[in-house]
């Protein structure tokens, strides 16, 4: 297969996200890396969305839609979408967020041409349109993650294969479920950069309650222990 038509399996999650969801299939649908499969997968929303994602699926054949009959949370609804994807590389996309157009194709690039096995990129806040501190530009990625996360989960490519050979994302983690895995990865020696380039746009207007905050840290503060977390949700 030539190297530009590797396929690459977009993977999107939402849940109850009709006002913003539009905006994030959009961008995906906008990417000029054309070889793109698009999963998306409705975790049992109770407003408009998966009526939403729905009308796009029936104009785009490359969007395929699921939906659970329950709630299962992100992480094993993104396990989900691995096994249903047939793609050489697999592309997060947050329900929330959107690409730049040039974004899959950037990253795409860097893993077909170099021994990269997964890559994020650098972004913005909207709507202030603020550069986000990447601290692994300030420390060593490796040191970074030892007190926050630089890699930003939705603008993450990961090779299909090393996705497989650690099981894909640790279903015992609610929360933090892309440090696990991004740990797991490292562990493992594979190879990973952050492109120092502003390809995503990310939506900071979501305020979580302190409670979820706690429950975030603590669900991080297990991944970088190797621990099993034993928060009853």
Not at 183 to 190: R, V
Not at 194 to 214: A, C, H
Request: aromatic letters at 10%.
């Amino acid at each position: 297969m030539d190297k530009n038509t590797k396929k690459v399996s977009v993977l999107m999650s939402t849940h109850n996200s009709e006002s913003n969801v539009a905006i994030s299939i959009d961008s995906i649908l906008q990417q000029s890396y054309k070889n793109i499969e698009f999963l998306i997968i409705d975790d049992c929303s109770t407003d408009n969305t998966f009526e939403i994602i729905k009308e796009y699926s029936k104009n785009y054949q490359k969007i395929k839609v699921f939906r659970n009959k329950i709630n299962i949370g992100l992480t094993k609804s993104l396990n989900l979408l691995i096994s249903k994807s047939s793609g050489d590389f697999i592309a997060r996309q947050d329900d929330d967020d959107a690409s730049y157009p040039e974004r899959i194709k950037t990253q795409v690039d860097i893993l077909q041409n170099s021994n990269i096995d997964f890559c994020s990129t650098r972004a913005l806040t909207d709507p202030q349109k603020r550069k986000i501190p990447g601290v692994s530009f300030y420390f060593p990625i490796k040191v970074a993650l030892k007190f926050k996360n630089p890699f930003i989960h939705g603008s993450l490519v990961f090779r299909k294969e090393i996705l497989d050979s650690v099981g894909g994302y640790d279903e015992d983690f609610y929360y933090s479920q892309d440090l696990k895995l991004i740990l797991n990865l490292i562990q493992k020696g594979y190879n990973y950069k952050i492109i120092n380039k502003v390809l995503y746009n990310l939506n900071t207007l979501n305020n979580i309650s302190e409670k979820k905050f706690k429950e975030q840290r603590y669900y991080a503060d297990c991944a970088r222990k190797g621990v099993k977390p034993n928060l009853v949700l």
